[in-house]
């Protein structure tokens, strides 16, 4: 206690409160299981450079659907109404124009370019996905390595 008031330049009569939560953290750890396969495996998956490579593939993916989304039909409506010489807007002196359209971008003849997006991204994320793999060969053989000489 006299450390933890030190580092925190707390006074020496002030009183700490000091939650106990030991029992709460026991009840969630208690199933787990800690075989070296277990541990390894749970190491593997929480690995920084697997996880910033599993996110860049999750943007890629997010990324190729809304090259997906950009090939769809739009649908969108409008109106304009106009009035003359300042009267009541009713019979002869209101002007309105009102319509729907519907907007389609095709795929072919230099639209948006859909299908060599959706290529390159499908590339993108294949090759994301052989650097994962690689990177979990690579911290495997690490791994084995240092527990070899480790002993």
């Not at 090939?71 to 009267?87: A, D, I, T």
């Amino acid at each position: 206690m006299i450390k933890i008031k030190r580092l925190c330049y707390l006074k020496e009569d002030e009183i700490l409160n000091i939650e106990d939560i030991s029992e709460s953290l026991y009840n969630v750890t208690s199933e787990l299981s800690f075989s070296p396969y277990s541990l390894y495996d749970t190491a593997f998956q929480n690995h920084p450079v697997l996880l910033s490579g599993n996110r860049k593939i999750s943007i890629e993916a997010r990324q190729r659907d809304i090259y997906k989304l950009q090939n769809r039909p739009e649908l969108f409506s409008y109106g304009v109404g106009s009035w003359e010489h300042s009267y009541i807007p009713f019979g002869d002196n209101f002007n309105y124009n009102i319509g729907v359209g519907l907007r389609y971008t095709l795929p072919y003849w230099g639209g948006s370019s859909y299908k060599s997006k959706m290529v390159q991204s499908d590339y993108r994320i294949e090759q994301m996905n052989y650097e994962n793999d690689q990177a979990l060969v690579d911290i495997k053989k690490r791994n084995r390595y240092h527990s070899q000489y480790s002993e």
